[in-house]
DNA sequence: GTGGTCTAGACCACA
DNA sequence: GTGGTCTAGACCACA
């Protein structure tokens, strides 16, 4: 019943607003390697779904990594983790 | 070959397009009363999960609904069963 | 900055949706004179790949033509530009 | 300038009808096992153009195909070569 | 070889 | 968390 907790997101481990918590939790995706550039992120949906969080959360998440310009978002086709300068 | 049979709506035993049998099936749960005047109807998405068809399959039969005067959507808010005349 | 301006559709330089947009671009080429009455449209893959749009785009802004009477679609035979009343 | 033949369809080396040559042809791609079950086969658009033929002529091929059980096609999705038996 | 239907699924504005 | 727009591309009926 003890044993390693879940490499996961986890925003109650952490302060801040919940948007703010993805950015971060999908931008170390990303620096990390994890999702190579190119590489489409999943919709917006899933990634709802798979974080627990709701719509307008990871839109809020997205918006901040397009910012720092780490994703592209090509309408209607999807969010793109962007190749380094 | 007793038994109830499945009450249920079945695109495979009419003709024509499903847009226009899934507007009849929905305007006859109108008609019988099941939905009320008043009544949001479920989601897009939720009916076309529950349908087996696509999203743009359901929003070709809510139109016919709305042409009809059955129904009224609200943007951003849903759709709902229209009061009758 | 001199040099003749491009005489395109150009989707960027305005707002609303592009199905209005295309509407609007290609009423002006029947109110221009440029597409006679009688006249059949290029068909909806032609202009989806001319403009750079997808097939529903194309189909949304037809629909708008032919609501307000400027064209006539024939099912498996095109879409034509209506004669004036 | 002589060589090898083009290992390639060509409809000008037989007779009957091109829809029927055109489904022999696929027939042979699958039979080959060029095109392995599951997998689905071009759109009718891309054949057409591939093989320079018209887009009814595609259709009556895969007709062939699918009444022989070669291949399934799910409608929307796309015609797909049939696991045999 | 056209317009139409249909699938699947993306992001967006708005509430 | 809704309806809307938009992409991409499949097969189909009809002429």
Chains 1, 2, 3, 4 share one sequence.
């Not at 607003?17 to 620096?31: D, K, V």
């Not at 949906?45 to 310009?69: F, M, N």
């Amino acid at each position: 019943m003890s044993g390693p907790a879940p490499r996961k997101y986890n925003p109650d481990n952490k302060t801040g607003y919940e948007y703010e918590l993805l950015a971060e939790h999908l931008a170390g995706l990303i620096s990390s390697g994890e999702w190579i550039p190119g590489r489409r992120m999943p919709g917006e949906r899933s990634l709802a779904e798979e974080y627990g969080v709701a719509l307008d959360t990871v839109r809020k998440a997205t918006r901040i990594l397009r910012e720092r310009g780490l994703v592209q978002t090509l309408k209607s086709k999807g969010t793109f983790v962007a190749h380094p300068d």
